[in-house]
Structure formats: C-alpha cells, structure tokens
DNA sequence: TCTGGGGTCCTAGGACCC
DNA sequence: TCTGGGGTCCTAGGACCC
C-alpha cells in the first residue's frame, strides 16, 4: 500500500505575517479578505476568542480592538512569495509531489517504503520548512488522500505535528470521532443527505453499502466511500493542469458611479486575465465583461449588467481585449447605478498553440508578441504593474480597501524588511 | 456604511446525428 | 397496425474546495 501524504501549512497567512513580525507569536492575529471584507485566516489565540472563519470584519471590529487583535489586511504577494518557498522546499525532499493549493502539497511515497521510514522523512520536511521559510505545518500520512486530509487535522492537535493513519485498527477508532461534515468533499447539503441516511460519522459512512452510496450520491460519493475506506481512488496530480476559464474581479473601496472609471477597472481587470493566460500559454475563445451594482442598500440586494464577447480569433492580447472590454461596457452601463464590483472570466480556453490562424482577422504581428513578453519578464522581474496600458488609469482610486497591509518584505525594493543593530 | 475571489467536477435534459 | 438504438455535444444548475 502507498502512502499518501498531506503538508498544511498551519493558520498559513497569519505564519506569514508572524516569519517577520515574531512579536505577534501568542497574540491574537487575524487576516482579511480582500477589500477587508471578512476573515479569512487566524491565529489559534484568535480562534479561542469566538472568531469564525469568514465573519464580515464590520461585526468583529469592536471585539477585535477591546481584546487587541492584531488585523491585517490580505498580502498576496507575501503570502504567494512564501508559498513558493515552501514548496520548494518540499520538491527538494520528494519525488512525487502535488501543489493542491496555496498553503497545501500532497506527497506521495511508494508501498517499498515502510511506515517508520515516511513518518521520518515527515518529520525531517517539516523541520525543514520551519528552519528554512519560518512557517509552522502540520502532516498527515495515511493510504488515501481523503484520510491523509483527516490525518492532517488530527496533525494539528498533536504535540509532534506529524500523524500517521495507516493502521486500520487506529483509522476506525478515528473514524468514528470525526464528524461527517469534516470529511473532503462533504459540504452543508451532502451532510444533511447524510444525516437523512443515518450517517452522523466517517465511520458510519464507510461501513454503508456501495451501490446504496452510489445511487444516493453519485460517482463522487462512491469515491470518497472508498477512499474512506482506505482504497486510492483520487491519483496525485503533479502537472497542473491548465486552467479551462481565468477569473479576475475585484469589488470597489467605494461605490463607482461612472463610466470612465469603470472602464479603467475592467481594463486594469483584463490585463491581469490576460497575463494570466499568457502565463500558461493559452487563448481564450471569449471573454465575459460584467460588474454587480447595488440596487438595495438596506437588503445588500443587487443586480449584474454584462456580457460576453466572443473574440474573432482566440486571444491572449492585452490591448485588444481592452478595446472589446470598453465595446462591451457601453452596451450595458446604465448611469445612476452605483457599482459595487466588477470583472472579467476569460471562458473557452484552449492552448495558444492549437489556435487556427483566421485568413480574415489580421495576425498580431511578432513584433507585438514580443512587446507583451517584454512587458510580462519587466512586471516579472522588477514587480507588477511596473508597466502597464493607460486605459487602466493612474490614480486608481477605485481600488479596494487594504487598510493594515504589512510590508511585502520578500518582493518589494522599498519595503524590505529592516534590521537594526544594538547600539554598543 | 458594512459580507472576497478563483476555481473544479458531475448530472440531467435537450438537441441533434446516423 | 404503428415509431429503434446508440451516441455526442452543449448548457444550466448543483455542489464543493481553498
């Protein structure tokens, strides 16, 4: 049997801000949402106040400040910076691996290596990790992803931080204390159909008949049957797929009322879509334009104006997306609206290279491509939006709320991290 | 005043084809 | 009298994840 293991990074933002503040170690921390909507990390000691994942921050603001929590706003660039350590790291010590998400990898070791020989190897990566990016994690081993997702949690109770669930004897013991609901891939609605069949536990799950968990829920509810149940039935995905539709959104700091500078949101919006599709070598068949508008404030009800736009010929380029972004907008934008949000998905996404050149659509020349890779290595190499087109605007007072951003102490010339040396 | 952003997979039903 | 069998593609909706 081969071992399946999962590294989570613990309370994964909140580590990142504590690597170059160790100050915050033992206080309350949380991280906000983009826009500095609503929480979506925090550290144990926040936890222990009553503070929930996702709560709107506006509700908690006054918790917050009479028991000192520390809030920040979302880093993104940190938090991807220290994300790509961190994996690093893990890819230096295995062989097959998956980077399941921005704080997650899965890692897979063959049935020649025993028990022991994993649990050492887990527990000399996470050593590592610590050592080397600063960031605390937990490990699960175990024969299926879905258990060494349980694993895991049970990892991040434990004293040495590494839990292994590969006796069957201690998996049922486990099984039966874990709630359905905490199980991969059981959200609100399946645990409620759960419950209607008399499943409260993983345990109870498993020892359900197959045909019956099949016709209830499908395919994928017999696939976490079995890997509940110990079978692999979810393989390690060490190639990233490429992405079938690219999203970029963002909602406003303040309400948006005109035209311009919604244009210059959704072209500032585009650019970041097409960078994105650049980045894995695709094209997009068709791009849908939208943004949401408040229409009222005392329900928070809203209504969307949009549309897509199907592009002559599968595209990646920047500035001609913007023209059809701006096209699309005047079809739609209404004055007296007050937008809340806006966007673009790129959708029908296929690889650059099986884009049939169109006999009728002039062909961007090299000369342009080659512009669009210069702008991408520049924003690459010296940071985003070092460049960039001028229908995304200068001032951008549009943008979102980031009140308490720390610095981005490992991408950023200016904000680099400051270290004083005693005075004698 | 006030609630983020970015994805994936599966299924059922309709349209259409041979 | 009386209407097959097998298949694909597309879309909308549902559910879930981090």
């Not at 013991?173 to 159909?193: N, S």
Request: hydrophobic share 40%; glycine share 6%; proline share 4%.
């Amino acid at each position: 049997m081969s071992h399946y293991v999962l590294v989570d990074c613990n309370n994964f933002y909140v580590s990142c801000e504590r690597v170059f503040n160790p100050w915050l170690e033992g206080r309350p921390v949380i991280v906000l949402s983009n826009n500095d909507g609503c929480v979506v990390a925090r550290s144990q000691e926040a936890k222990q106040l009553g503070i929930a994942m996702g709560e709107p921050f506006f509700r908690i603001k006054d918790l917050c400040s009479c028991r000192k929590v520390v809030v920040y706003s979302s880093n993104y660039q940190l938090y991807g910076d220290l994300s790509e350590r961190v994996m690093t790291v893990v890819a230096s010590m295995t062989q097959n691996f998956q980077v399941y998400s921005i704080d997650e990898a899965f890692v897979w070791f063959p049935s020649t290596m025993s028990s022991q020989e994993v649990v050492d190897r887990c527990v000399a990566l996470r050593r590592r990790i610590r050592q080397w990016v600063g960031i605390p994690t937990s490990v699960g081993i175990a024969p299926s992803k879905t258990l060494a997702k349980i694993a895991t949690k049970l990892a991040k109770k434990s004293a040495s931080g590494v839990v292994d669930l590969s006796c069957p004897s201690l998996r049922r013991e486990v099984l039966k204390g874990v709630p359905i609901r905490e199980v991969w891939g059981i959200g609100a609605r399946l645990e409620a159909k759960c419950h209607g069949m008399g499943v409260q536990t993983a345990w109870d799950f498993c020892e359900k008949n197959t045909s019956l968990i099949r016709r209830h829920m499908g395919i994928v509810g017999e696939r976490m049957l079995w890997e509940l149940r110990g079978i692999s039935c979810l393989p390690l995905e060490e190639e990233a797929p490429s992405k079938k539709s690219i999203s970029c959104s963002r909602s406003f700091g303040k309400a948006v009322e005109d035209q311009g500078t919604l244009a210059e949101a959704l072209s500032f919006h585009v650019a970041s879509a097409c960078e994105k599709l650049r980045q894995q070598n695709s094209c997009a068949r068709a791009m849908c334009v939208y943004a949401m508008a408040v229409i009222d404030s005392s329900t928070g009800g809203r209504r969307c104006f949009g549309t897509t736009v199907s592009f002559p010929s599968p595209t990646n380029n920047t500035p001609d997306a913007i023209y059809r972004a701006k096209e699309a907008l005047s079809t739609w934008f209404c004055p007296g609206q007050r937008y809340k949000k806006c966007g673009v998905i790129m959708i029908d996404v296929i690889p650059e290279t099986s884009v049939d050149p169109d006999l009728f659509v002039e062909e961007p020349s090299s000369k342009r491509r080659h512009i669009l890779k210069t702008v991408d290595a520049l924003n690459e190499r010296f940071g985003k939006n070092t460049i960039f087109y001028g229908a995304m605007g200068v001032g951008r007072e549009w943008q979102m709320r980031c009140e308490s951003r720390s610095r981005r102490y490992t991408t950023c010339w200016d904000e680099l991290a400051v270290v004083m040396a005693k005075g004698q």
